[in-house]
């Protein structure tokens, strides 16, 4: 994909920094909104909403309604990406700091250039080098008290970047609908199964849930979906894909640097330790001749 002329990159810098400030800002509001909403439920609503509300902007746009065979494929990507994706983050934090939830998920290129193995893509030696380094952060972040002191949180955090990897990986493979309205359909069906988790998990909803869960919820459908996400599908557009995917490696920053100064989290030693070796690992993944993550689906998105 090469640059895009000049006319069109004038928003380059501010969708960048819609990317960087929102995605790597929805960690510490998922952890928030669990506070005071059940984390199924909250996902499942936030993910019907936006999609619904992306699918009727796209309808009024006059883009064709998705064809019933592109809602079924739509089903087991969405289910990957959002049920185990996104919905195992939100449960997790409710026990785990979502600057340590961020680095985790930032694993994900990783995953993809592992698990791409079985897909039929060859792992270059610059990726096994990325996978030792990224891996090897992963390790040391298991050594921190916080992943230890929370077994079952942690086990189904680490499924949330495996799952999204597996995701990216069969969107990739399956006829989807093109552009947002693969990204609305991902997001509808991946809430309808959540929804279906929520009610079999006997989540209620709260008489009086806290404003600031209320806030955090909302903030999350409208500026971690739709206005986020529509910046990073402008950069996939208009800028290198080095470019548009390097949200994978600022986010785990940018979310460690809010959990402590706004969330009020603890960051020892090894989260900062674990953010560096996982961030260098992300660099050589995305940064080479033929990036990993280079489609307009949602697949390429973290679980935000």
Do not use: D
Not at 108 to 118: D, H, I, K, N, S
Not at 207 to 221: D, E, K, R
Request: proline share 6%.
């Amino acid at each position: 994909m090469s640059a895009a002329p000049a006319t069109n990159t004038r928003l380059i810098v501010p969708a960048l920094a819609a990317v960087y400030l929102v995605w790597g800002s929805t960690y510490l509001a998922m952890r928030v909104a669990v506070e005071g909403l059940p984390p199924f439920m909250m996902a499942s609503t936030r993910f019907i909403l936006t999609g619904l509300i992306l699918l009727a902007f796209l309808r009024l746009r006059g883009t064709a309604w998705p064809t019933r065979r592109e809602w079924w494929y739509a089903t087991p990507v969405g289910t990957l990406m959002f049920v185990l994706g996104n919905g195992t983050v939100a449960v997790a934090e409710k026990h785990i700091s979502s600057g340590v939830a961020a680095v985790v998920c930032g694993t994900m290129p990783l995953w993809v250039a592992a698990l791409g193995r079985f897909f039929g893509e060859k792992t270059t030696s610059r990726e096994w080098l990325a996978l030792v380094l990224g891996f090897g952060g992963v390790a040391v972040l298991g050594f921190g008290g916080e992943l230890r002191a929370e077994p079952f949180s942690a086990l189904i955090l680490f499924l949330a970047p495996i799952s999204w990897a597996l995701g990216s990986l069969l969107a990739r493979r399956l006829p989807l609908a093109k552009g947002l309205m693969s990204a609305a359909t991902q997001m509808l069906t991946g809430g309808l199964v959540m929804s279906v988790v929520s009610v079999i998990a006997r989540e209620r909803v709260p008489v009086s849930p806290p404003a600031s869960s209320v806030i955090a919820w909302a903030y999350l459908a409208v500026f971690g979906s739709l206005v986020a996400y529509s910046a990073y599908t402008y950069l996939l557009a208009n800028a290198r894909p080095a470019v548009a995917t390097s949200y994978a490696y600022v986010n785990p920053v940018i979310a460690v640097a809010m959990g402590v100064g706004l969330g009020g989290e603890h960051a020892g030693p090894e989260v900062f330790i674990a953010v560096a070796l996982i961030v260098a690992a992300t660099v050589l993944v995305i940064r080479k001749p033929a990036p990993v993550l280079e489609s307009p689906t949602l697949s390429t998105a973290t679980s935000k």
